[in-house]
Nanobody, 124 residues
């Protein structure tokens, strides 16, 4: 059973930075599967922010390009999301997801396994 555990969320002021981590376990090998980060703000649908395909191709949502950087350490089976220049509208629960069906890395329905999420709160 694949398990994904996120960490690194917190409360920061606008303009600040955070680095989110997602540790995968349960026989999961990150180099063989796609992984991604999605977020859900209160009252809104879950949206994808960044994903890495099996071939290493990276996709970002337009709203985060230039501010968010996704990366992975295959030796540690860990996915990261570096978030810079945070804005209040980035406030959300951030989820790590892995193992994909066919489809866009920015869509929730593409992913099979999910973590429990880590909260990011940005104050103005």
């Amino acid at each position: 059973q694949v398990q994904l555990v996120e960490s690194g969320g917190g409360s920061v002021q606008a303009g600040g930075s955070l680095r989110l981590s997602c540790a995968a376990s349960g026989g999961y090998i990150s180099s063989r599967h796609c992984m991604g980060w999605l977020r859900q703000a209160p009252g809104k649908e879950r949206e994808g922010v960044a994903g890495i395909a099996r071939d290493g191709t990276i996709t970002y949502a337009d709203s985060v390009k230039g501010r968010f950087t996704i990366s992975q350490d295959n030796a540690k089976n860990t996915l990261y999301l570096q978030i810079d220049s945070l804005k209040p509208e980035d406030t959300a629960m951030y989820y790590c997801a892995a193992v994909c069906r066919q489809g866009s890395l920015l869509l929730s329905r593409t992913y099979i396994y999910w973590g429990q999420g880590t909260q990011v709160t940005v104050s103005s």
